[in-house]
C-alpha cells in the first residue's frame, strides 16, 4: 500500500523558517511529479509547488522567492522549505504524489504562523 507521510510542521514566528518533508512508503513505485498543496481554515485546498524527477518546479505566486521545493528521487522524498513566512501561510500542508493517472496524498502536518 502506497502512502505519504508528511512531517516537518509546527509553530513558528512570523519570518521564520520551516522545512517540511514528505516521504513515500510501501513501495518502490516512483513519483512522477510530487507537490506540496495547503488549506487554510475556512479555505479550499490550494496548490503551493510541484517538483518533478528532472527537477523542473513550479510556484504560485504567494510561494515564489520565499519557498523552495526539492526532492531526492533515490530516497522518493520530496521537501518544502519556508522562509519569511507570514501570519496567512497558516494552513495544513500536504503532500500529493502521481503515479501516472493515479494521484495519492499524505496526511497533512499543521503550520501555524504565529507571534
Known amino acids: 500500500q502506497v502512502q505519504l507521510v508528511e512531517s516537518g510542521g509546527g509553530l513558528v514566528q512570523p519570518g521564520g523558517s520551516l522545512r517540511l518533508s514528505c516521504a513515500a512508503s510501501?513501495?518502490?513505485?516512483?513519483?512522477?511529479?510530487m507537490g506540496w498543496y495547503r488549506q487554510a481554515p475556512g479555505k479550499q485546498r490550494e496548490w503551493v509547488a510541484t517538483i518533478n524527477r528532472a527537477g523542473y518546479t513550479g510556484y504560485t505566486d504567494s510561494a515564489k522567492g520565499r519557498f523552495t521545493i526539492s526532492r531526492d528521487n533515490a530516497k522518493n522524498v520530496v521537501n518544502l522549505h519556508m522562509n519569511s513566512l507570514k501570519p496567512e501561510d497558516t494552513a495544513v500542508y500536504y503532500c500529493?504524489?502521481?503515479?501516472?493517472?493515479?494521484?495519492?496524498w499524505g496526511q497533512g502536518t499543521q503550520v501555524t504562523v504565529s507571534s
Open positions: 500529493r504524489g502521481w503515479v501516472g493517472a493515479a494521484n495519492f
Open positions: 510501501g513501495s518502490s513505485v516512483s513519483f512522477d511529479p
